[in-house]
Each structure stands twice: as structure tokens, then as C-alpha cells.
């Protein structure tokens, strides 16, 4: 299928083409025709599948179609996005995908001047791309008209109620006219995402490009579990081991983002760190180097990587995994985008266990574990089964049952058992390593 048959007009087709897109990717395919029908559109697309131009394009075409029935150009459009990268993304595709249209567009988000803003939104504007609180900074100080939005696209829904937007959601809909086409994009669905779209949705249309809560085919996902202590000799050794010169790295807070992201630099790795207490600038400029590849490694938690699209990025690193299991999906959903493959790594300790199998009963499969000759863990994870099924090898080559693998019926949690290995002696030579791929059942967990 090519782009032309979806009915998109020749300036966007021109606009496609200096992107190199060749053909119109599944969500794209299913979108496209549906919003220039006018329908509302409940779109569940996972990260990477080209959801932005799949609904920027038919919005250029049907606001470029129509002219706006006031003097000075109003809001027609209104994107609303979880954060700031993201927003500045979805504003740059608008950009570039209307460069040959008469359509004004700008992308308003916190952490920055208020003013260049209000200054653009008076010289009038078509599309807007925000983040709520911004948004409603605006609204509160009367610099911006919702009155004449036509049309409402929710970006990342899920992740909008995830940080907690729910409320912020209700206002700026309130404030909107009540004709209006509504399209939702979400890469999870949780039941609070039905509730939110059977409120604002009219007759949806649901499209779905991958089912629920699916990785991305085009990532293939590993896992190393070792000590905790021993994950920041890991992550160097892999990147240099493998020599990557363009990862993003995922920490679960600020602090452990900024720690580091300093060791990597210790080490000899060009790194910067990007989470909600950097500046905007700060942000932005460590994205762009990291796209530029004038660092290798973006350290980032989970905020503020949401959304962020980088070009054939090749790995993405969990140090610490999350501990919401769709947040996995998104982070690793960074790599592997628009038909790239992609590596996606994770180094799980002992206390992250369970976070593993909760992420792999979301994705409904396992996780294949590697063993790298030297950073085993010095504790071998054993669960406490329901049910024993007679001895088992762990991946140390240990009798399942010499490391306290101890049946109940009442607790199937993880338990630590310290068993100590021979590799633990091997330990300093690091030189010497070798991978290992491991078959789920040779697993010292279950
Ligand atoms: P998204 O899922 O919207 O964040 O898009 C992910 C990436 O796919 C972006 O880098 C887009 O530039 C790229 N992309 C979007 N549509 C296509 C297409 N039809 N062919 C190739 N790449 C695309």
C-alpha cells in the first residue's frame, strides 16, 4: 500500500516523501482513512509504530481543507501530550508534515518562558501541542481561547493518567466545544483509559495494530541477574563490550540517574542524564546530543524519557527495572521503532524478581536470561514453589534443591537463598567473558 491511496493530499505526499517514507506503516494504514472520515478513533499503538504521522497527517489535510471561519486565526486543533519531549516531538511532526500548507502551528509546555508563548498564541495558531499544566497556566491567565477546537487528540493517554492528568483532562474538556472529532491514542488499556474514552469518545472506532500490552516483535529482549552491587560494572562492561555508542539507560529515580550517569563518565563514557528535575534546556540539549551522538548514553527515568523518539536508536539498558509493568513495555518500546530492530536489556537483582514476572505475565512470555562469565550473582534466586517437580538445575549448575528451594502453598514469592559459586572466583577477570544463552527452564526462579 502506498501513501497516495489513503486519500492524502499531494502537499502531504511531498512532505512524506523528503521524509523517505516509503509505505504507510499498519497504524497509519488504519488511521488515516478513518479521521479524514471524520471518526473518532480509540487507537491502541504501542510506541514506534508511527502513531504521529498516523494522526498528523489526515489533522493537516482536514484543517488545510477547511478554511477557519474566524479573522484571526483560533485553535482548531489540540493535541494534548504526557510530557514536554513528547509534545516537542508531536510539534516538530506537525512541522514537518504541514511545511507545505498554510497551517500555523506551536508547542507550549512548562519549564520554560510563558511569554515567547503568549506572544505566539496572539499572533493566532492552528494546532497546539501541550502539556496539561501548562495548558492550564494558560487558560488561567485568560492568553489562550479553546472555543473553536475542532478537533481533540489525547497522545499517550495512558501515560497522561499514569502521571496523575486525570483532573487537569477534565478541565481543558470542559472548556471545549462539545462538536468536536475526538481521537485517543493509548499504548496500554487499562479499565481508567475505557472510562476516559467512553467520556469523550462519540461511536469510537477502535483500531489496535498490536495486541495489548505487546513488546514490539522488532526488540529482542534479554536479562542478567546479578547482585545489585554489581550492575554499574555490568552496564560498563556491556557498553564496551559491545561497543554502543547510542543507548538510553533507564534508573528508577533522579538521584540513581545523576549517580550514574557520573560513573559512566568515570568510566570513560560520554553520558548525560535527563529526568523531571533537569531544566528544559538541560533536557533538551542532552536529547539532541545523544541523537547527534555526541554523548553515548542518556541516563533517564521513566518521566521524562516518555515519548522520546530517537532515530534507529539500537539498545535500550534497564538498570533497574520498573515497577509498573506496562512502564517496561514503553521504555523498551524507545528501541526497535518504524521497523528497526532493537536490543533491549535488563539487569535484575534479586529484590526486582518479582517485577520480572509481573512484566513477563503482561507480555504473557519470558524473558531469555544471559549468563556473562563473571557477573553471576553471588545469591542464587530461588522461589518458593507451589509444587515441586523434582530437582532442577539452576543455570550455576546447582541442584535446584541444595539452594533452599523450599515448596508452600501459602507463598510463591522469591526468597534469597546466599549459596556461594564458583564463579564468584572468576569474578575480577572480566576479560575472560563469555555469553550464554539460557533456556527458561535452566532459570534459577520461576
Ligand atoms: P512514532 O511512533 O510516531 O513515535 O514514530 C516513530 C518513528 O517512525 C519516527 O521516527 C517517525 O519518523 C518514523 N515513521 C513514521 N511513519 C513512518 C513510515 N511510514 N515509514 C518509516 N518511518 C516512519
Given at each position: 500500500m502506498?501513501?497516495?491511496?489513503?486519500g492524502?493530499?499531494a502537499s502531504?505526499?511531498?512532505?512524506?516523501a523528503e521524509?523517505g517514507y516509503?509505505?504507510?506503516?499498519?497504524?497509519?494504514?488504519k488511521?488515516i482513512?478513518?479521521?479524514l472520515?471524520?471518526k473518532?478513533?480509540?487507537a491502541g499503538?504501542?510506541?514506534?509504530?508511527g502513531?504521529?504521522?498516523g494522526?498528523?497527517?489526515?489533522?493537516?489535510?482536514l484543517?488545510?481543507?477547511?478554511k477557519?471561519n474566524?479573522q484571526?486565526?483560533e485553535?482548531?486543533?489540540l493535541i494534548?501530550?504526557p510530557t514536554?519531549?513528547l509534545?516537542?516531538?508531536?510539534?516538530?511532526?506537525?512541522?514537518?508534515?504541514?511545511k507545505?500548507l498554510d497551517?500555523n502551528?506551536i508547542?507550549?509546555?512548562?519549564g520554560?518562558?510563558?511569554?515567547?508563548?503568549?506572544?505566539?498564541?496572539?499572533k493566532?495558531?492552528?494546532i497546539?501541542?501541550?502539556t496539561p499544566?501548562?495548558?492550564?497556566?494558560h487558560?488561567?491567565?485568560?492568553t489562550?481561547n479553546?472555543?473553536h477546537?475542532?478537533?481533540?487528540?489525547?497522545?499517550?493517554a495512558?501515560?497522561?493518567l499514569?502521571m496523575?492528568?486525570?483532573n487537569?483532562i477534565k478541565k481543558v474538556?470542559?472548556?471545549?466545544p462539545?462538536?468536536?472529532?475526538?481521537?485517543?491514542?493509548?499504548?496500554?488499556?487499562s479499565?481508567?483509559?475505557?472510562?476516559l474514552?467512553?467520556?469523550?469518545l462519540?461511536?469510537?472506532i477502535l483500531?489496535?495494530?498490536?495486541?495489548?500490552?505487546e513488546?514490539?516483535?522488532?526488540v529482542?529482549?534479554k536479562?542478567f541477574t546479578l547482585d545489585?552491587?554489581?550492575?554499574k560494572d555490568l552496564l560498563?562492561?556491556l557498553?564496551?563490550e559491545?561497543?554502543?555508542?547510542?543507548a538510553l539507560?533507564?534508573?528508577?529515580?533522579?538521584h540513581g540517574a545523576?549517580?550514574l550517569c557520573?560513573?559512566?563518565?568515570k568510566?570513560?563514557?560520554?553520558?548525560?542524564?535527563?529526568?523531571?528535575?533537569?531544566s528544559?534546556?538541560?533536557?533538551?540539549?542532552?536529547?539532541?546530543?545523544l541523537k547527534k551522538g555526541?554523548?553515548?548514553?542518556l541516563v533517564?527515568t521513566?518521566?521524562?524519557?516518555?515519548?522520546?523518539d530517537?532515530d534507529?536508536l539500537p539498545?535500550?539498558?534497564?538498570?533497574?527495572?520498573?515497577?509498573?509493568s506496562?512502564?517496561?513495555?514503553?521504555r523498551?518500546?524507545?528501541?526497535?521503532r518504524a521497523?528497526?530492530v532493537g536490543?533491549?536489556i535488563?539487569?535484575?537483582c534479586?529484590?526486582?524478581?518479582e517485577?520480572?514476572k509481573s512484566?513477563?505475565r503482561?507480555?504473557?512470555?519470558?524473558i531469555?536470561?544471559?549468563?556473562?562469565?563473571g557477573?553471576?550473582?553471588k545469591?542464587?534466586?530461588t522461589p518458593?514453589?507451589?509444587?515441586?517437580?523434582?530437582s532442577?538445575r539452576?543455570?550455576q549448575?546447582?541442584?535446584?534443591?541444595n539452594a533452599s528451594?523450599?515448596?508452600?502453598?501459602h507463598?510463591n514469592?522469591s526468597?534469597v537463598?546466599?549459596?556461594k559459586?564458583?564463579?564468584?572466583?572468576?569474578?575480577?577477570?572480566?576479560k575472560?567473558?563469555?555469553k550464554?544463552?539460557?533456556?527458561?527452564?535452566?532459570?534459577?526462579y520461576?
Amino acid at each position: 500500500m502506498s501513501f497516495s491511496t489513503l486519500g492524502l493530499n499531494a502537499s502531504l505526499l511531498k512532505a512524506i516523501a523528503e521524509q523517505g517514507y516509503t509505505q504507510p506503516t499498519p497504524i497509519q494504514q488504519k488511521a488515516i482513512p478513518l479521521i479524514l472520515a471524520k471518526k473518532d478513533v480509540l487507537a491502541g499503538a504501542q510506541t514506534g509504530t508511527g502513531k504521529t504521522a498516523g494522526f498528523t497527517l489526515p489533522l493537516l489535510q482536514l484543517l488545510s481543507q477547511k478554511k477557519p471561519n474566524t479573522q484571526k486565526r483560533e485553535v482548531r486543533a489540540l493535541i494534548l501530550t504526557p510530557t514536554r519531549e513528547l509534545a516537542a516531538q508531536v510539534g516538530e511532526s506537525v512541522t514537518t508534515y504541514g511545511k507545505y500548507l498554510d497551517i500555523n502551528s506551536i508547542v507550549i509546555f512548562g519549564g520554560v518562558g510563558i511569554n515567547p508563548q503568549i506572544s505566539a498564541l496572539k499572533k493566532g495558531v492552528d494546532i497546539l501541542t501541550a502539556t496539561p499544566g501548562r495548558l492550564l497556566d494558560h487558560i488561567g491567565q485568560k492568553t489562550l481561547n479553546l472555543s473553536h477546537v475542532e478537533f481533540l487528540i489525547l497522545d499517550e493517554a495512558d501515560r497522561m493518567l499514569d502521571m496523575g492528568f486525570i483532573n487537569d483532562i477534565k478541565k481543558v474538556l470542559s472548556l471545549l466545544p462539545k462538536n468536536r472529532q475526538n481521537l485517543l491514542f493509548s499504548a496500554t488499556f487499562s479499565d481508567e483509559i475505557k472510562r476516559l474514552a467512553d467520556g469523550l469518545l462519540n461511536n469510537p472506532i477502535l483500531i489496535e495494530v498490536a495486541k495489548r500490552n505487546e513488546s514490539s516483535a522488532q526488540v529482542s529482549q534479554k536479562v542478567f541477574t546479578l547482585d545489585k552491587e554489581r550492575k554499574k560494572d555490568l552496564l560498563v562492561h556491556l557498553i564496551k563490550e559491545d561497543n554502543m555508542q547510542q543507548a538510553l539507560v533507564f534508573t528508577k529515580t533522579k538521584h540513581g540517574a545523576n549517580k550514574l550517569c557520573e560513573h559512566l563518565i568515570k568510566c570513560g563514557i560520554s553520558s548525560a542524564a535527563i529526568h523531571g528535575n533537569k531544566s528544559q534546556s538541560a533536557r533538551t540539549k542532552a536529547l539532541d546530543d545523544l541523537k547527534k551522538g555526541s554523548v553515548r548514553i542518556l541516563v533517564a527515568t521513566d518521566i521524562a524519557a516518555r515519548g522520546i523518539d530517537i532515530d534507529q536508536l539500537p539498545h535500550v539498558i534497564n538498570y533497574e527495572l520498573p515497577n509498573i509493568s506496562e512502564d517496561y513495555v514503553h521504555r523498551i518500546g524507545r528501541t526497535g521503532r518504524a521497523g528497526n530492530v532493537g536490543i533491549a536489556i535488563s539487569l535484575v537483582c534479586g529484590e526486582e524478581l518479582e517485577y520480572l514476572k509481573s512484566i513477563e505475565r503482561l507480555m504473557k512470555k519470558d524473558i531469555p536470561q544471559e549468563i556473562l562469565t563473571g557477573f553471576t550473582s553471588k545469591q542464587v534466586y530461588t522461589p518458593e514453589v507451589k509444587v515441586q517437580r523434582g530437582s532442577h538445575r539452576n543455570h550455576q549448575g546447582q541442584n535446584r534443591s541444595n539452594a533452599s528451594a523450599t515448596s508452600t502453598k501459602h507463598d510463591n514469592r522469591s526468597r534469597v537463598a546466599n549459596v556461594k559459586h564458583k564463579e564468584e572466583e572468576t569474578f575480577k577477570s572480566h576479560k575472560n567473558s563469555s555469553k550464554t544463552a539460557t533456556p527458561r527452564r535452566n532459570r534459577n526462579y520461576a
